[in-house]
């Protein structure tokens, strides 16, 4: 299958700062992106789709201003937790899919973000 | 609103045993179903997909048929092995959701040799 990377695999920053997460698809072009959260033994929750060149569509409880993504070319997503604090911290993974809705995501390997 | 209910874990078996995880949706419209595992490590991976009721997805030995009347995508395989130990995730995707996938929360399965 397609492989989708993440970096950092994991990140410990202080509390108020940000923090960049990368997500790239290496071996096809992915016109969606999608960035999920996982919380220990917990479920993976849909936090915003994003389509290449466009806004990211964030799902309902999810604040836009401190979860910022850009998904600027068809390889690259990026995830910017901004003024990060210790709730914040969690297993952030996104995954790619390519052109036709019916193509498969691939995941990524997720991120552990830990915000002391 | 679309969701996913699956079995607790841990589960943990013998090598050689049966394995049952099972797995109920809630969805309004017409979903694809899947199972995704989740290696020590490593990123989700499908295992296994049906798109449509009756259908049967099989991978690697595991097999799950997708139950309209029950609305069940249960995991099943017949003798399991070490190298099965995971996390599994049952999922659904609506297209009417942009396809969207929602996950269940995740079984974690242990074998011991």
């Known amino acids: 299958g397609a492989v989708v990377s993440q970096h950092p695999s994991w990140v410990i920053c202080k509390s108020g700062t940000s923090v960049k997460i990368e997500c790239r698809s290496l071996d096809f072009q992915a016109t969606t992106m999608f960035w999920y959260r996982q919380f220990p033994k917990q479920s993976l929750m849909l936090m915003a789709t994003?389509?290449?060149?466009?806004?990211?569509?964030?799902e309902q409880g999810v604040e836009k201003d401190k979860f910022l993504i850009n998904h600027a070319s068809l390889t690259l997503s990026t995830l910017t937790v901004t003024s990060a604090h210790p709730e914040d911290s969690s297993f952030y993974i996104c995954?790619?899919?390519?052109?036709?809705?019916?193509?498969?995501?691939?995941f990524g390997p997720g991120t552990r973000l830990t915000v002391l | 609103g679309d969701s996913v209910t699956q079995m607790e874990g841990p589960v943990t078996l013998s090598e050689e045993a049966f394995l049952t995880i099972n797995c109920t949706y809630t969805a309004t419209g017409y979903p694809s179903l899947f199972w995704y595992v989740q290696y020590p490590g490593e990123g989700l991976q499908l295992l296994l997909k049906?798109?449509?009721?009756?259908d049967k997805g099989s991978n690697k030995g595991f097999e799950a048929t997708y139950r309209k009347e029950t609305t069940s995508f249960h995991l099943e395989k017949g003798s399991v092995q070490v190298s099965d130990s995971a996390v599994y995730f049952c999922?659904?995707?609506?297209?009417?959701?942009?396809?969207?996938?929602?996950f269940g929360s995740g079984t974690r399965l242990s074998i011991r040799p």
């Open positions: 995954s790619a899919r390519g052109q036709g809705a019916n193509n498969e995501q691939f």
């Open positions: 999922a659904l995707s609506v297209v009417s959701s942009a396809s969207k996938i929602i």
């Open positions: 049906a798109t449509k009721a009756d």
């Open positions: 994003s389509n290449e060149g466009s806004k990211a569509t964030y």
